[in-house]
């Protein structure tokens, strides 16, 4: 089944102690994102990859990094969290559905910073 | 960073009423998608429109890509129970000389239907 998944899909964590999302999708997609929504904000594209060792930065990418080492995984690591970065986070592949591209969302992480 | 302008931003409905949501921008995007969140899930495409003046239907669901191409709309026809979730429409621009994936949101549009 072409799915993308995350884990943790719940997380609480204290200010500054550093953490991994993994994002992993079985598709063979080049380009891959995160995501994160906050209420009356929709989504906000924090970081993108364009192919393995391909990173560049979304509209919100203060305090979040990621790599690419290979093309199905796409962490993202927070290295010294703090509340403001308290979110629901999707990780997101794009490939061809037909003639066009389509972005397929992972389940989400819901993070909390104490 | 960018985002569109949706509307409403919540509707609380009865079962069978039609449903009306927009998404504007002041710029012109080559792509508009509409989505679907259930709760605890990630988004899931509902209709993806590529040409101004498209309109497509998905089932009871009819969305429009505006002329200006600075606009959309979602229809969901005689509602039901399981249309219950926030709906986001999401633009894409293409630059000249290369591709881009990168979507730009709408801030969601939270739809509750009484059954």
């Known amino acids: 089944e072409a799915q993308v998944t995350q884990n943790p899909r719940y997380l609480i964590t204290v200010t500054g102690k550093k953490l991994t999302v993994t994002c992993s999708q079985n598709?063979?997609?080049?380009?891959m994102s995160w995501y994160r929504q906050d209420p009356g904000l929709g989504l906000r594209q924090i970081y993108y990859?364009?192919?393995?060792?391909?990173?560049d930065k979304g509209d919100v990418p203060e305090g979040y990094k990621v790599s690419r080492k290979e093309k199905r995984n796409f962490p993202l690591i927070l290295e010294s969290p703090s509340p403001n970065q308290t979110s629901l986070y999707f990780c997101a592949s794009t490939g061809l559905r037909g003639a066009y591209n389509e972005q397929f969302f992972g389940p989400g992480t819901r993070l909390t910073v104490l | 960073g960018q985002q569109l302008n949706q509307s409403p931003q919540s509707m609380f409905i009865q079962e069978g009423e039609d449903v009306s949501m927009n998404c504007t921008s002041s710029s012109i995007f080559n792509t508009w998608l509409w989505y679907k969140q259930d709760p605890g899930e990630g988004p899931v495409l509902l209709i993806a429109?590529?040409?101004?003046?498209e309109l497509t239907s998905n089932g009871r669901l009819t969305a429009q890509f505006g002329i200006t191409r600075k606009d959309s709309f979602l229809n969901i026809s005689a509602s039901i129970p399981s249309d219950v979730g926030i709906y986001f429409c999401a633009g894409q621009q293409t630059p000249y000389g290369g591709a881009t994936n990168k979507l730009i949101f709408g801030t969601g549009t939270l739809l509750a239907v009484q059954p």
């Open positions: 990859s364009m192919n393995v060792e391909v990173t």
């Open positions: 598709m063979n997609h080049e380009y």
């Open positions: 429109l590529y040409k101004a003046g």
